[in-house]
């Protein structure tokens, strides 16, 4: 059973950056596709970025292109999403997920998740 620990999030002001790690555990986290999604309060869990498993693709949604940006570190069975130029609507609870046949932008894909880190960016 593959196992998913995110940290890095926080309270962060607007324009300001923060970086979310996953740790994967209990699997072959270096043939899984990763993905990156989160949820505000009253909406529904939405994709943020994907990146295959190594680490030469990434997809990522129009609303955090060119601030985010997904990576990978096999060796240290790590997923990371780097967040620059946050702002008030980024503010959500971020979960990693882990596919074991793919990296795309479908939440009903993904095999396995994390418990989530919360992400408030302040105004």
């Known amino acids: 059973q593959v196992q998913l620990v995110e940290s890095g999030g926080g309270l962060v002001q607007t324009g300001g950056s923060l970086r979310l790690s996953c740790a994967a555990s209990?699997?072959?986290?270096?043939?899984?596709?990763m993905g990156w999604f989160r949820q505000a309060p009253g909406k529904e869990r939405e994709f943020v970025a994907a990146?295959?498993?190594?680490?030469?693709?990434?997809n990522y949604a129009d609303s955090v292109k060119g601030r985010f940006t997904i990576s990978r570190d096999n060796a240290k069975s790590t997923v990371y999403l780097q967040m620059n130029s946050l702002k008030r609507e980024d503010t959500a609870v971020y979960y990693c997920?882990?596919?074991?046949?793919?990296?795309?932008?479908?939440?009903?894909?993904?095999?396995?998740w994390g418990q989530g880190t919360q992400v408030t960016v302040l105004s």
């Open positions: 990146i295959n498993w190594t680490g030469a693709r990434t």
């Open positions: 209990g699997g072959t986290f270096r043939t899984y596709g």
């Open positions: 997920a882990a596919d074991e046949s793919s990296y795309g932008d479908r939440r009903e894909l993904y095999d396995y």
